[in-house]
């Protein structure tokens, strides 16, 4: 009998925990920085939470606007977002970047990245930031997806590879950084990590444990604030 093979999507795996790591804190404006597609943003907006979703892909922001036209999410092209970047300034209660500084070569523009994200938090605000779980890298088979690394790679240091997604076939490129790398990157950018979870799943090579995603939960500096 052939059994049905039902592969795992992000969508099943990493959403959840983000959910339920919002719904946890006290605050009802989001910021969805690199928001893609708008699926998150939407499941926040359906939930009541007041949503502001930035993406640097003004085709995505088009088709968002479009295709959500009934719902009350606000969608910011890169110009809009620059534009108005003042008026958003320490705006939000919680600021959400999932899967976006791990698609991001250049570690000037993580910093920049996580530098607006800081500005775009209230005082004791949250930034939940998701990235490709840097201490799973070396997995080459998960439920969610495939891994290609380049030969004699470096998991200690940065490197580009690819990777195929179940679901849809398709081939992502990714950056890995070694953990030590965000901690650095956030804590240059003024951020404390108060948490770090990561998602449940399987090494499919030998059946351990493994995780695709790693979430930071992340305040401003203290000293930062006074
Ligand atoms: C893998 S998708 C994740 C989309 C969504 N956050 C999610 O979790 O489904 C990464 C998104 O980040 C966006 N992105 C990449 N660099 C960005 C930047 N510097 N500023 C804003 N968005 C960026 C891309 O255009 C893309 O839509």
Redesign the pocket.
């Known amino acids: 009998m052939i059994s049905e093979i039902k592969f795992k999507d992000?969508?099943d795996v990493?959403?959840p925990i983000?959910i339920e790591s919002i719904l946890k804190i006290d605050g009802k404006t989001i910021f969805?920085?690199?928001?893609?597609?708008g699926?998150?943003t939407q499941k926040f907006a359906e939930k009541g939470y007041t949503m502001t979703a930035?993406?640097?892909?003004d085709k995505?922001i088009q088709e968002n606007k479009l295709k959500h036209i009934d719902k009350s999410v606000r969608y910011l092209s890169?110009n809009e977002f620059e534009n108005q970047f003042k008026q958003l300034e320490h705006k939000f209660d919680i600021v959400?970047?999932?899967?976006?500084?791990c698609?991001?070569e250049s570690d000037e523009?993580v910093q920049?990245?996580l530098r607006n994200i800081y500005e775009l938090m209230r005082v004791n605000g949250r930034g939940i930031i998701?990235v490709c779980n840097p201490n799973y890298t070396q997995v080459k088979e998960s439920e969610i997806q495939y891994r290609f690394l380049p030969e004699n790679c470096d998991l200690g240091s940065k490197f580009e590879y690819k990777k195929k997604i179940k679901t849809t076939n398709r081939i992502?490129t990714d950056i890995h950084r070694h953990l030590k790398l965000y901690q650095n990157l956030l804590s240059n950018s003024g951020f404390t990590i108060m948490r770090k979870y990561e998602t449940p799943g399987k090494d499919l090579e030998n059946d351990n444990y493994s995780s695709d995603f790693l979430i930071f939960d992340v305040v401003k500096n203290i000293e930062d604030e006074i």
């Not at 930035?54 to 892909?57: A, V, Y």
């Open positions: 992000k969508v990493l959403d983000i969805d920085y690199g928001c893609g597609d699926q998150l930035f993406d640097i892909s995505l890169e959400l970047c999932s899967l976006v500084i698609t991001i523009m920049n990245v998701a992502r």
